[in-house]
């Protein structure tokens, strides 16, 4: 965010709340979503969950929106968001592809299926294709350590991954080379 | 709602009971093997053959070895089938009436199973957990009908101080001193938090505990509000388990309907209330001051501490913090007495502990046994060894804070005494099994990467000794390091325990001390050799600052 002088930035914040007020519906549900928690600030992170969910990604002006909604400084808003690794900033591919690095996952080649798929789509974890197809993320533990590694891909979690299988799974969702 | 009307919804789920019931997991390990699709094409085939006067499918939670799932259990015969697929159905529907089915069988009579005490996962695999009904069939919200109308809050906790019960999230602090801390402290407010972040990589107890028996640990947290004096609580709850969040929320929503959550609790002037908050992983926010900063909306950093949660917590009001697994204790104990779950256990660590065993072990899965049993019982009995004969090397437990122990000491009992002892905790329970074909030094660098990225940033030693350490063991990992490399790593952990604010910093070193303790010869074997072959020996390029601070 850039530093711009505070009554010019309070400004342009009620311009676009306006704005989103009279236009995308999904301000709409966000607002009352945060109706329901009465507007408290505590509820941030509970505002920011529904917010990642209706958009797919924070950006700078949602940020704002939620931060003059809950009463709550941009700065605070932005320093949430950006600590904790669920929220993300930069849009995400159409598909997800989420590579369990736990433990157990790893003692089992999770090291090896993350590169398998590194290779395959030339990108590295926490990154996103260019045509934005898929996004390839890593997490600490998903708690399926019985059906170690897993994998989650759009949400669904499966087990027992090799390096071909987890290839085989993302090459649908890749463009297909010459 | 009263001790009758439980009796009553009790009595009418009993009537419901066909003669053969069959079970299918849908805990979230056997659901992404499919076990949702096997439970549907179960309900369609018993529908289709008209036997839905005789057998009953029921969504049950955890099975425990996962590694075997989707399983299916029928009652009566005991039988368990494993790797069921939806396709199987209408021959395990068939198996009833006594046909044949080609079905892989498990063995329930395997140590596994037989080993095992169950407590906290009594219900786990037997009641439906989506159904308020089968937990009350299953001896559910008693507990809190006694507390309620028959204990003084004092009474409740005497009774907790009586069991031994100590807290299940790592530290081991006896659960039933922390209420009485709060109890009595004054004030208007008090809120009573369950830790359900269980960050820990490896460890999946409480959220299995979440998905299979939600409403023991409401039932659990309701006690704990009483015998305290809090009227409000919270569940911090991992947004990577949306199945146990779902769970919870559709067990709050139940209990809220018939009046065992909300005002005048059995007719008593008892209120209570649980709210689920729902974490937005950060490692850290397991720590509880952190979790409280997180549960009021900021960024989950931890404070120094005293004052502890107990006397000032959450918008400073005084507030209870247990772990899931130490709530879903409660109700038992209440039930069946302090005496009862006091003679469980050895001397200090009393009742039983659940685990979950992963990594290189033949069964994967959840296991509840009492404290003070062999870890051998544990991974090779129980556990069956590592797979395709291969050598057990060491057993991983407490996570990134805890420490490796190795194949020599498994005979070790496993209490928090005898793991703090070799190095270790027990932590929350996550157990992972390593063989011979894991190098101790990788695993070193890789619980120091975890510990570095999940840093909060708040102290220096933490922030900046994490990224030191992670920096020599990658040197080391890619033989590059000297021997004076070694040293300093050494240094840096005994000044990154010593100096840093929370648990996470105090205890990152643990898995590169608990592993240069026992496997010292493997990172020795890694270090630069001089052209004579005699290990190098001049200092590294370690900073010299890190040096000076220890």
């Avoid at chain 1, 904790?84 to 299926?113: I, W």
């Avoid at chain 1, 390839?136 to 590694?149: E, F, Q, S, V």
């Avoid at chain 2, 989506?130 to 409740?156: C, H, Q």
């Amino acid at each position: 965010m850039k530093a711009v002088p505070i009554g010019s930035e309070k400004k342009r914040v009620v311009a676009r709340v306006m704005k989103h007020a009279s236009g995308d519906k999904r301000f709409k549900i966000l607002e009352a979503h945060i109706k329901k928690f009465q507007g408290r600030q505590d509820s941030l992170i509970e505002v920011l969950h529904k917010a990642q969910e209706l958009f797919g990604y924070l950006e700078d002006d949602l940020l704002l929106f939620v931060g003059y909604q809950l009463k709550l400084p941009p700065s605070r808003v932005y320093g949430v968001a950006t600590f904790y690794h669920f929220f993300t900033l930069k849009p995400q591919g159409a598909h997800t592809c989420v590579v369990c690095l736990g433990t157990a996952c790893y003692v089992r080649g999770a090291d090896r299926v993350l590169a398998a798929i590194e290779a395959e789509a030339k990108i590295k974890a926490g990154e996103t294709t260019p045509d934005r197809q898929l996004s390839l993320l890593t997490a600490r533990c998903i708690g399926a350590c019985g059906i170690a590694p897993a994998v989650v891909y759009d949400g669904a979690t499966v087990p027992r991954q090799t390096p071909e299988s987890a290839v085989a799974q993302v090459k649908g969702w890749l463009p297909h080379g010459p | 709602m009263d001790l009758d009307d439980l009796n009553t919804i009790a009595e009418k789920e009993r009537a419901f009971h066909k003669k053969t019931v069959i079970r299918c997991c849908t805990a979230a390990g056997c659901m992404s093997s499919h076990a949702d699709a096997v439970k549907a094409g179960l309900e369609k085939a018993v529908r289709d053959t008209g036997l839905g006067d005789r057998v009953e499918v029921r969504g049950v939670g955890c099975m425990r070895l996962c590694c075997q799932g989707p399983l299916v259990g029928v009652e009566p015969g005991g039988i368990l089938y494993e790797k069921v697929t939806p396709e199987d159905a209408p021959s395990l529907v068939a198996s009833t009436e006594g046909a044949p089915t080609k079905v892989a069988r498990g063995n329930p009579d395997h140590p596994f199973f037989r080993k095992q005490m169950s407590i906290v996962l009594a219900n786990s695999g037997e009641i439906d957990p989506e159904r308020i009904e089968s937990y009350i069939e299953a001896e559910g919200y008693r507990g809190l009908n006694t507390v309620l109308l028959e204990m003084a809050p004092k009474d409740a906790v005497d009774c907790v101080i009586k069991s031994g019960l100590r807290g299940r999230g790592g530290a081991g602090y006896p659960t039933g001193l922390k209420w009485a801390t709060v109890a009595k402290t004054p004030a208007a407010q008090k809120y009573v938090v369950c830790n359900a972040d269980e960050g820990d990589p490896g460890a999946f107890m409480d959220r299995s505990v979440l998905e299979s028996d939600p409403h023991s640990v409401l039932e659990g947290m309701a006690i704990a509000g009483y015998a305290v004096g809090a009227s409000q609580g919270f569940i911090y709850v991992r947004a990577e388990y949306p199945l146990a969040i779902k769970r919870l929320q559709t067990a709050i929503r139940q209990a809220k309907q018939i009046g065992l959550l909300g005002s005048g609790i059995f007719e008593s002037p008892f209120n209570f209330n649980i709210d689920i908050r729902i974490g937005a992983g950060a490692y850290v926010c397991g720590e509880e001051t952190a979790l409280m900063a997180s549960i009021e909306g900021k960024r989950g950093t931890p404070r120094p501490r005293p004052p502890f949660p107990a006397e000032s917590g959450l918008w400073g009001c005084p507030t209870l913090i247990n772990n899931v697994e130490t709530l879903a204790n409660i109700p038992p104990i209440i039930r069946k007495g302090a005496d009862w779950y006091a003679a469980i256990g050895t001397g200090k660590s009393k009742g039983t502990k659940v685990f979950a065993l992963a990594g290189k072990i033949a069964n994967t899965g959840l296991i509840e046994v009492p404290m003070g049993t062999p870890l051998r019982q544990i991974v090779e009995e129980m556990g069956g060894g590592a797979p395709d004969g291969a050598k057990i090397k060491a057993v991983q437990t407490g996570g990134p804070s805890g420490g490796c122990i190795p194949a020599h000491e498994l005979d070790t009992p496993v209490d928090y005494e005898s793991l703090t002892r070799l190095g270790s905790i027990m932590g929350s329970g996550g157990m992972i099994v390593m063989d011979e074909s894991t190098r101790m030094p990788e695993v070193a660098r890789y619980f120091m990467e975890f510990c570095m990225d999940e840093s909060c940033g708040k102290c220096v030693p933490c922030r900046a000794g994490t990224v030191q350490m992670h920096r020599l063991l990658d040197k080391i990992v890619q033989r590059e390091a000297t021997a004076g490399d070694l040293s300093t790593l050494e240094e840096l952990c005994d000044m990154v325990r010593n100096t840093s604010l929370c648990g996470l910093g105090q205890n990152a070193p643990n898995p590169v001390v608990s592993t240069l303790r026992f496997f010292r010869d493997e990172y020795l074997e890694l270090l630069r050799k001089e052209p004579n072959g005699e290990p190098a020996v001049t200092a590294g390029a370690a900073p010299a600052q890190n040096k000076e601070a220890s």
